[in-house]
Structure formats: structure tokens, C-alpha cells
Antibody, heavy 124, light 107 residues
């Protein structure tokens, strides 16, 4: 069964750090681009970051997290990570990892597998 | 960044109704448009990708249309399990922005 399981969420103080993990199973993790998407309480979905499958792994970030969050992956461990630094109250959210898949031709991208999420709360 | 605007923000309908949710992009995104369903406390679920391609396992009462800047998600005959929040998302350029969501409620 294809599955993504997030962990590492919790309570952090403003200015603090957390490291989120996402464990993948049931598919060839190293062949897929991966994403982090978050959802603040009662709000909509916000794409946070993505990382490519390729060696050298290109990365993209939302402006709201650029310079504070770092996405990474370890294909040998079938794991995706998000390092959250300089946390702010507005980073409080459920963080989901999601797999990117593509429809060819055209390389239409979409997120077809999602984890259940891990909750990050930033508060003093 | 590409802005995605959904309408309406909320919608009341009855079982058996046909409903349509629209999504507009701030610039042309071709067919790089996806639709997700989210139920309370759950992760989003992919319904439609590439504007009109039904994801495997999704009932055929769901359909997507549009290209360029204007898109629509239609549900042909609402079932009780369809009452949820729906999001569009553009897959054209990072940041891969979502619409603000449409909450579909039982009338």
C-alpha cells in the first residue's frame, strides 16, 4: 500500500525550530518529486515547498517560508524532511507531505498521495 | 505568483443536485489545474488532475473542465459523502498555489 506518514510536529516557541519527517512506503520514493503543504487552523491549503527526485535535488519554497524552512530528502531512507527555523505564530498549522505525479505528455503535475499530517503549534 | 480564485466560497445543496464550482487563475495556466476534496480533519484527496482527468477510483459523477484561466468542477448528482470542502490548485509554476476553498454544505 502506498503510504506517507508525517512526524515531528509539536509545540515550539516563537523563534524556535522543529524538524518534520515524512516516511514513504509502497512506492519507489526516489523516483518522485515531493512536497510539503500546510493548513492553518480553519484556513485553506498553502503549498510550502517541493524537492525534485533527481540527484542534486532542485528545491522551491513559498515566499512566506523562504530563508527559514529547508526541505531535504534521503532516498536511501525513503524519507522527506522539512527543517523549520525562526518559527512564527503564523506557522501554526497541520503540515502534510504529498507526492507529485505527472501526466504525460505535457508534464501536468498533481499531488496524488498525501499523508495524514503532523501538527505544528508555535506559541510562547 | 499565480493567484487562484474560487467561487462560491460556500454552497448549500441537496442530495441529488448538480453543482458547479469555478476557479479562475490570474494568468493562463493551460490545463495545469487540479481539484482536491477535503473532509473535516482529513488530508486532501485528489479528484481531478490536468483540468479534466478523473483520478483513478474517483466516481464518474465528478468532472472537470476548462483551460487557460477559467476552470470548473461539476458534481452531477450529489451524494451524502460529497459534502466537503473543495480546492483548486495550479500546477503550472511554483509556488503551486491553491484556491481559497469552497465549502459544500447540505441544504
Amino acid at each position: 500500500e502506498v503510504e506517507l506518514v508525517e512526524s515531528g510536529g509539536g509545540l515550539a516557541q516563537p523563534g524556535g525550530s522543529l524538524r518534520l519527517s515524512c516516511a514513504a512506503s509502497g512506492f519507489t520514493f526516489g523516483s518522485y518529486d515531493m512536497n510539503w503543504v500546510r493548513q492553518a487552523p480553519g484556513k485553506g491549503l498553502e503549498w510550502v515547498s517541493c524537492i525534485s527526485s533527481s540527484v542534486g535535488s532542485s528545491r522551491s519554497y513559498a515566499d512566506s517560508v523562504k530563508g527559514r524552512f529547508t526541505i531535504s530528502r534521503d532516498n536511501a531512507k525513503n524519507s522527506l524532511y522539512l527543517q523549520l527555523n525562526s518559527l512564527r505564530a503564523e506557522d501554526t498549522a497541520v503540515y502534510y507531505c504529498a507526492r507529485t505525479n505527472y501526466q504525460l505528455p505535457g508534464f501536468y503535475s498533481y499531488m496524488d498521495v498525501w499523508g495524514k499530517g503532523t501538527t505544528v503549534t508555535v506559541s510562547s | 505568483d499565480i493567484q487562484m480564485t474560487q467561487s462560491p466560497s460556500s454552497l448549500s445543496a441537496s442530495v441529488g443536485d448538480r453543482v458547479t464550482i469555478t476557479c479562475r487563475a490570474s494568468q493562463s495556466i493551460g490545463s495545469y489545474l487540479n481539484w482536491y476534496q477535503q473532509k473535516a480533519g482529513k488530508a486532501p484527496k485528489l479528484l481531478i488532475h490536468s483540468a479534466s482527468s478523473l483520478q483513478s477510483g474517483v466516481p464518474s459523477r465528478f468532472s472537470g473542465s476548462g483551460s487557460g484561466t477559467d476552470f470548473a468542477l461539476a458534481i452531477s448528482s450529489l451524494q451524502p459523502e460529497d459534502f466537503a470542502t473543495y480546492f483548486c490548485q495550479q500546477g503550472s509554476n511554483a509556488p503551486y498555489t491553491f484556491g481559497q476553498g469552497t465549502k459544500l454544505e447540505i441544504k
